[in-house]
């Protein structure tokens, strides 16, 4: 059975600190995996990332992914309150019209 | 900048109900999907569809759904008789897919609420 797991499951932090979100995954096939943001509703699209060892960065945040060892992670460095979110991690794992495969998500407080 | 819309954003319910869910996905999308979130779960993968026939659906996408593309830009998702079990944000997410790899864009939702 296809498997996305993200961890830690919730993290409180205070502003300025710097974040690793963690995700492992198990799936029959992989075609890519993709981080998302997720405050009030809907998840907003952060980074795909496809091959190991290359890193996709934008502003704050970087993610990487190991294919070998089968998980990447998310970085946030210089943490502020608007990234309070959950933060979900999902595998397109290439059947058909690549449905995701969603982890159950990180839940990030940043406090002042 | 180019979204996916969703309407309505909350649907109260009667169980037993019909209810249909819509969206609007990106004008340039070829590629269109349903997702659900029960409250303090994880997003679920319901069913994915291109060339006005469903793609892919998962185990959660029975005989009681069913989803359309009545016009050009409308998505639907219908939910013949509904259950308590039903209650759930529900996410339609459109893709481009231009080529092997491409991000899906989310929806802002639709809560169901069946009583």
């Known amino acids: 059975e296809d498997k996305v797991v993200q961890s830690p499951l919730s993290l409180v932090v205070h502003e300025g600190d710097t974040v690793t979100l963690n995700c492992s995954y198990e799936v029959t096939n992989f075609r890519s995996l993709l981080w998302y943001k997720q405050e009030k509703k809907a998840p907003t699209f952060l980074f795909m990332l496809?091959?190991?060892?290359i890193e996709k960065k934008s502003g704050r945040l970087s993610s990487i992914l190991d294919k070998k060892e089968l998980f990447s992670i998310l970085n946030i460095t210089a943490t502020q309150t608007g990234d309070s979110a959950i933060y979900l991690c999902a595998v397109d794992s290439g059947y058909g019209a690549n449905n995701l495969f969603f982890g159950t998500g990180t839940r990030l407080t940043v406090i002042p | 900048e180019p979204e996916v819309t969703q309407t309505p954003s909350h649907q109260v319910t009667q169980m037993g109900q019909e209810v249909i869910l819509r969206c609007v996905p990106i004008s340039n999308h070829l590629y269109f999907y349903w997702y659900r979130q029960i409250l303090g779960q994880k997003v679920e993968f319901l069913v994915s569809f291109y060339n006005n026939e469903i793609s892919e659906k998962s185990e959660i996408f029975d005989d009681q759904f069913s989803v359309e593309r009545p016009d050009g830009s409308n998505f639907t998702l219908k939910i013949r008789s509904t259950k308590l079990e039903d209650s759930a944000m529900y996410f339609c997410a459109s893709s481009e897919n231009l080529d092997y790899y491409n991000e899906q864009f989310f929806g802002p939702g639709t809560r169901l609420t069946v009583l």
């Open positions: 496809t091959s190991s060892g």
